[in-house]
């Protein structure tokens, strides 16, 4: 890639760049020389030219090309239930670091925690203690919806003596893909499935929630008394 060069001389001198020691040919005669696209390690060199046109000796000066890391690892298959604040995870050789950028193009830097709000690409690459970047790795970040809450019936209806024990009949449905979770008052599930039938003698509280089998996001759950 490109690899620009500077030197510094007084102002009233001229600078002369030359890709060898004894070559005559002036590559440059600037303070910054630039080479388009150097591929390995080369030394350039430089002298200063005063007014009278007497130089100076060439000053050898070592572009040097480093290798890149390698890319990190990212995680192909990110999702998360809602929107909310999520880390980015990705991981490179020590002593490698980690950076992340909302572009492919890798301009714009950003911080791993992340409020997403939507399915969303992202960009990594390793940066190495040579401030070398490696090339940009996309991880995209599903977000999925989360089910509704279900309306649950019972059967009986009425309410339930304490010194009685009825079997109750809890009533619920899902969304095509989706099924309904029953839990117990202790947030232990008790079964799955549009209906459940339970021995209830007093005051009793179960819960029901909808869960969705594809993205296994699940709703929040309902009580009922």
Known sequence: G???????????????????????????????????????????????????????????????????????????????????????????????TVQWYSDNDGMNIIPATQNITQTTTYYAASIDNNQC??????????????????????????????NSSVTVTFNATAPAGHVVKWYDSNMQSAGQGNQMSKSVSGNNTFYASVYNNNTQCESDKTPIA
């Open 133 to 162: 970047r490696s090339a940009l790795v996309p991880m995209t970040v599903t977000i999925n919806d989360i089910p509704a809450q279900p309306t649950v019936s019972t059967n009986p209806t009425s309410p339930i003596c304490s």
């Open 2 to 96: 490109p690899v620009t060069l500077t030197a510094s001389t007084p102002s009233e001198n001229t600078l002369l760049w030359y890709a060898s020691a004894t070559t005559q040919n002036i590559a440059g005669t600037e303070q910054s020389f630039t080479i388009n696209n150097l591929q390995s390690t080369t030394t350039y060199y430089v002298c200063a030219v005063n007014e009278a046109g007497c130089s100076s000796s060439r000053v050898p000066v070592l572009a040097t090309i480093f290798n890149g890391p390698n890319p990190p690892t990212v995680s192909n298959n990110t999702s998360y239930c809602g929107a909310g604040n999520y880390t980015l995870t990705a991981t490179t050789t020590s002593p490698n």
